[in-house]
């Protein structure tokens, strides 16, 4: 819920050694576009290279998780009371408008 770091390159398998990727550039890229163009909110992630086939990016900031979460789903704000505000203030005629 913080955000958080995502590491590509590295084996579990081998105690996290840096094995690298095929393409490093290309697979930061596929992520980035990946993030901008099929999420929603679109995120935009900080990719760093650590070595020429190793990469890291932190995913979503703090605000990012909060702006996912909030708009996954049909949105429920419309049916929450305004607090300080009487009934009497609702203008019909805008209500009614086409």
């Known amino acids: 819920m913080r ?4 590491i590509l390159g590295l084996d579990e ?9 095929p393409d490093a550039a290309k697979t930061a890229s596929d992520h ?27 995913l979503l900031s703090s605000y990012e998780v909060q702006m996912l979460l ?5 949105s429920l704000d419309d049916i929450d009371p305004v607090n300080g505000v009487a009934f009497e203030a609702l203008n019909f005629r805008l209500v009614t408008q086409q």
């Open 3 to 6: 955000g958080g770091l995502i």
């Open 13 to 21: 398998r081998e105690g996290f050694a840096a094995t690298g990727l």
């Open 32 to 58: 980035a576009s990946l993030c901008l163009n099929e999420m929603e909110p679109p995120l935009r992630p900080h990719i760093r290279f650590l070595r020429s086939k190793v990469f890291r990016f932190s």
């Open 70 to 74: 909030a708009s996954r789903g049909q």
